[in-house]
């Protein structure tokens, strides 16, 4: 017998907050809520991945960085997804990004793509 798959946050922001990209990627629209992330800002990095640049039309796509500046914040959402939505997430930010767990000015805790390096 399979184990159930447990739901955890996910701060979604750039292109998985496009519809074709949560289809593509999930198997349906993702709902979730407004919150944001502070001590980051967004950054924007050449993506080498040419199946995210088809789906989204885009070779560039955002990625927040850390600064620890508290007057700086990403605007996003925070979803519930399935741990099997979460590794479709992984593949999906492969290349450059890494899953990474952050708080949100909400007070809750979410995983969230940022640089690797």
Do not use: C
């Not at 796509?61 to 099997?84: C, Q, S, Y």
């Amino acid at each position: 017998m399979a184990e159930a798959s447990t739901d955890v946050a996910l701060f979604i922001y750039g292109t998985l907050t496009l519809p074709v990209v949560q289809l593509e990627t999930f198997g349906r629209l993702l709902g979730g809520d407004d919150d944001a992330l502070s001590g980051y800002t967004v950054d924007y990095l050449d993506r080498d991945d040419p199946h995210a640049a088809d789906l989204t039309g885009h070779g560039v796509h955002a990625v927040v960085r850390h600064t620890g500046n508290p007057l700086d914040k990403v605007m996003g959402i925070v979803t519930i997804v399935t741990e099997d939505e979460l590794d479709a997430a992984d593949e999906y930010e492969i290349g450059a990004y890494r899953r990474t767990l952050v708080r949100l000015d909400s007070g809750a805790n979410a995983w969230t793509y940022a640089p690797r390096s």
